[in-house]
């Protein structure tokens, strides 16, 4: 599979003094800067509400950043935005697949809007499909599927376009520990079979410490370290990420299990609100 | 690299088409409206209007009913817009190497092909009820049916634009449809209504829609039926400027 068809500079993703401020609205991210080396795995780590998301948004071309810049294998998101969709593959937080529609039919639709020449598509999307165990269930209607096999259904469309660079936001949230474990076997397999660079975000502690080869832990739109999790933990003279996260942050993340997305971001704003 | 815009629109289309064919009983639940009209005013009022000198009720209501159908579905089709940005789904078509202008283009000729094959089984049932329309015109009829559901698609995906949630869009699409299909001359001739009822008219873009479906189907319209294509044209282009533009702005 060539997974290369862009000249490829040595990060792949560099962020100078990037900051987004919202309308009527705190600094959701302030003057952040880091790099994310080609074929690695990069966590973004940090409470909900930290910024990981507007972060996202503006690397993959959703938002414009306020001020900053940002080159994703070498092209601006906001002046080549076409070449850098082009260039990435993303899951986003919430689920962004159509329900009404068979998991083929969203492959093959992914397939034609980012135009995939139509003699290799049929084979790719069979190709991915069998990777992340879906093949036989090609012909069901999305809505039919569980949390996990969503999850997976976007990592294979997310795919389709051979990106160099799949972005991956909060992929495991409310899902259950099995689940978490599979996607993270089919992450890791992307990474090391097929020299796919990966960014994630999260807010479990162990899943950035387990799979990712650099961390930068973000909280209320800054980032307040940078390194492997090895450094970060012994640059801060503690035993795990969780410490040092406490130690650098002053408080704990707190891994809000609840069922519903909805629940879990109420329960943030009236965590975060009862803070300040 | 090479552009992928006329595939894209096409597969944006098909999803809509594939959507539609699937929620039968939507087709099917979005027929009684269009049928109640029929029967209850096609049959109810049909004698006094003859009396009155109107001729044959039907002849004079069925393109007006086409017509409804057609504009009611198209304005409806843009809750998709906001279903969409509910499910997630126009994330993934936003984050695509295909321009707002083309993603805009896509949906609105998927709900105007849909709305448009609603008119269609409209127009078959009139026909049962005792339509008898000129068949040599039928192609002028589907081109007015088709410029209808394009007009009235770009307006219910300009308003979805604007809108955050599917009450509001009701709201605003019932306070708007109503008005617009009572004061069109759909289900009868407003030359003898006040003025200010006329004015309505003549700026309210289905009445041209209607005017020209009665034209290339009965032959009897007020205007001819060059003027009602060059207004329905003029409109549709108008509409899609506009609802490019919101669209433009929608933020995911
Ligand atoms: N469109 C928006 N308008 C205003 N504020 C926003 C918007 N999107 C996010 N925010 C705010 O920016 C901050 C960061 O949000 P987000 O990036 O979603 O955090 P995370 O993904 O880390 O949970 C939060 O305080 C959030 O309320
Ligand atoms: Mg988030």
Do not use: C
């Not at chain 1, 002046?79 to 093959?108: C, W």
């Not at chain 1, 972005?167 to 520990?177: I, K, N, Q, Y």
């Amino acid at each position: 599979m060539v997974l290369f068809q862009f000249v490829m500079p040595d990060s792949a993703i560099s962020v100078k003094n990037l900051t987004k401020k919202f309308k009527h609205s705190l600094v959701a991210v302030d003057d952040i800067s880091f790099d994310v080396e080609n074929g690695s795995v990069f966590a973004f780590l940090g409470p909900n509400g930290a910024g990981k998301t507007t972060t996202i948004k503006m690397l993959t071309t959703l938002l414009h950043p306020t001020s900053g810049t940002i080159r994703i294998n070498g092209m601006d998101p906001v002046k080549q935005s076409h070449a850098v969709r082009q260039s990435f593959g993303i899951v986003f937080q919430d689920p962004s697949l159509d329900d009404e529609l068979t998991a083929y039919e969203n492959m093959f639709f992914h397939a034609g809007l980012y135009g995939v020449p139509r003699k290799e598509s049929p084979g790719k999307i069979e190709d991915l499909m069998k990777f992340v165990e879906l093949w036989d269930r090609k012909d069901s209607l999305v809505k039919t599927f569980s949390g996990g096999m969503k999850r997976r259904l976007e990592i294979a469309r997310g795919l389709l376009h051979t990106p160099a660079i799949l972005f991956l936001d909060e992929p495991t949230t409310g899902l259950d520990p099995q689940t978490r474990n599979y996607i993270w076997t089919y992450i890791k397999k992307l990474n090391e079979e097929r020299g796919l660079t990966v960014f994630f975000t999260t807010h479990y502690m162990e899943e950035a410490e387990r799979a990712a080869q650099r961390v930068a832990i973000i909280d209320h739109g800054k980032i307040v370290i940078n390194d492997t999790p090895a450094n970060i933990i012994s640059s801060s003279g503690t035993a795990s990420l969780e410490d040092a996260f406490i130690k650098l942050t002053g408080r704990a993340i707190r891994e809000q299990e609840g069922t519903g997305m909805d629940q879990m971001r109420t329960m943030r704003q009236a965590w975060r609100g009862g803070r300040r | 690299m090479k552009s992928n815009t006329a595939y894209a629109i096409y597969i944006l289309w098909l999803r809509q088409i594939k959507r539609y064919f699937r929620s039968k009983s939507r087709i099917v639940g979005s027929l009684g409206q269009p049928i109640v009209f029929l029967v209850a005013l096609g049959f109810g009022f049909g004698s006094i209007f003859a009396k009155a000198g109107g001729g044959n009720y039907i002849q004079f209501l069925s393109p007006g009913i086409i017509a409804m159908s057609i504009m009611f579905t198209a304005v409806f089709s843009g809750i998709e817009l906001i279903w969409d940005r509910q499910f997630g789904f126009l994330k993934e078509t936003m984050v695509a190497p295909v321009s707002r202008l083309s993603i805009m283009f896509g949906r609105t000729l998927g709900g105007a092909t849909t709305s448009t094959i609603q008119g269609v089984i409209v127009f078959l049932i009139t026909i049962v009820i005792g339509f008898r329309p000129d068949i040599a015109a039928v192609l002028w009829g589907l081109l007015f049916m088709f410029g209808i559901a394009i007009v009235f698609t770009a307006f219910g995906t300009a308003i979805a634009s604007t809108m955050e949630d599917m009450q509001g869009f009701g709201l605003i699409v019932n306070l708007v449809n109503m008005p617009l299909f009572f004061l069109s001359g759909a289900l009868f001739p407003l030359t003898t209504a006040p003025f200010w009822i006329q004015w309505i008219a003549f700026i309210n873009p289905l009445s041209y829609g209607v005017d020209g479906l009665r034209a290339a189907f009965t032959g009897v319209s007020q205007n001819s039926i060059g003027v009602d294509a060059i207004v329905i044209a003029g409109i549709t282009v108008l509409f899609l400027v506009v609802g490019s533009w919101l669209f433009n702005r929608v933020e995911v």
